[in-house]
Antibody, heavy 119, light 109 residues
Framework: EVQLVQSGAEVKKPGATVKISCKVSGYNFNDYYLHWVRQAPGKGLEWMGLLDPEDDERVYADDFQGRVTIAADTSRDTAYMEVSRLRSEDTAVYYC????????????WGQGTLVTVSS | EIVLTQSPATLSLSPGERATLSCRASQSVTRSLAWYQQKPGQAPRLLIYDASKRATGIPARFTGSGSGTDFTLTISSLEPEDFAVYYCQQRNNWPPRITFGPGTKVHFK
C-alpha cells in the first residue's frame, strides 16, 4: 500500500524556520517525483516545488525561490521541506504528494502538516 | 505561465442532481488536465487525469471531458459524499510549474 506520512503540526514564531518530513512507503522512492503543495486556511492549493529523488534535481515555484529548500534522504525514503524566514502568511497546511515520472498529476498525497506562524 | 479559472465558484445542488463544473486554461494544455476532490480536513484526491481518464477507484458518475482550453467535470447524480471542493490542475512543461484552479465548492442547496 502506497503511503506518504508527514511529520506533525508545528507552531513557529515569525522569522523562524520549519522543517517538515514526508516518509514514503509501498513504492520505490526513486521512481516518482515528490512535490510540495500548501493550502492556507480557507484558500486554494499552491504549488511550492518538486524534487527528483533519483538525481536530487529540485525545482521551486518563483514565489518560494530562496526561502524554501527541498531535500531527500533516499536511505530513509524520506523527503524534507524547509521554509525559512516564516511570516504569518505562511500559516497553512503543507502537503507532500507524488507524481509519476513523465506525468503531471498527483496520484498520492500525504495527510498534511499544519504550520502555524504566530508571535 | 498558464492560468486556470474555474466556474462557478460555488454550486448549490441537492443529492441526485447533476453537477457541471468548468475549468478554463489561458492557453492550450492539450489534454493534460487533472481534477481533484477535497473534503474538509482531508488531502485532495485525484479523480480524473488526462482530461477524461478516471483514477483508480473513482466511481463512474464522475466524468471528465474537454481539450485545449476548456474542460468540464460532470457528476451525473450527486451522492452525499460528493459535496466538496473540486480543483483542476495542469503543468507547464518548461519551466516546469504546476498550477491549480481556484476551486469550485459544491454544497447542499
Amino acid at each position: 500500500e502506497v503511503q506518504l506520512v508527514q511529520s506533525g503540526a508545528e507552531v513557529k514564531k515569525p522569522g523562524a524556520t520549519v522543517k517538515i518530513s514526508c516518509k514514503v512507503s509501498g513504492y520505490n522512492f526513486n521512481d516518482y517525483y515528490l512535490h510540495w503543495v500548501r493550502q492556507a486556511p480557507g484558500k486554494g492549493l499552491e504549488w511550492m516545488g518538486l524534487l527528483d529523488p533519483e538525481d536530487d534535481e529540485r525545482v521551486y515555484a518563483d514565489d518560494f525561490q530562496g526561502r524554501v529548500t527541498i531535500a531527500a534522504d533516499t536511505s530513509r525514503d524520506t523527503a524534507y521541506m524547509e521554509v525559512s524566514r516564516l511570516r504569518s502568511e505562511d500559516t497553512a497546511v503543507y502537503y507532500c504528494a507524488r507524481v509519476p515520472r513523465t506525468q503531471y498529476y498527483f496520484d498520492y498525497w500525504g495527510q498534511g502538516t499544519l504550520v502555524t506562524v504566530s508571535s | 505561465e498558464i492560468v486556470l479559472t474555474q466556474s462557478p465558484a460555488t454550486l448549490s445542488l441537492s443529492p441526485g442532481e447533476r453537477a457541471t463544473l468548468s475549468c478554463r486554461a489561458s492557453q492550450s494544455v492539450t489534454r493534460s488536465l487533472a481534477w481533484y476532490q477535497q473534503k474538509p480536513g482531508q488531502a485532495p484526491r485525484l479523480l480524473i487525469y488526462d482530461a477524461s481518464k478516471r483514477a483508480t477507484g473513482i466511481p463512474a458518475r464522475f466524468t471528465g471531458s474537454g481539450s485545449g482550453t476548456d474542460f468540464t467535470l460532470t457528476i451525473s447524480s450527486l451522492e452525499p459524499e460528493d459535496f466538496a471542493v473540486y480543483y483542476c490542475q495542469q503543468r507547464n512543461n518548461w519551466p516546469p510549474r504546476i498550477t491549480f484552479g481556484p476551486g469550485t465548492k459544491v454544497h447542499f442547496k
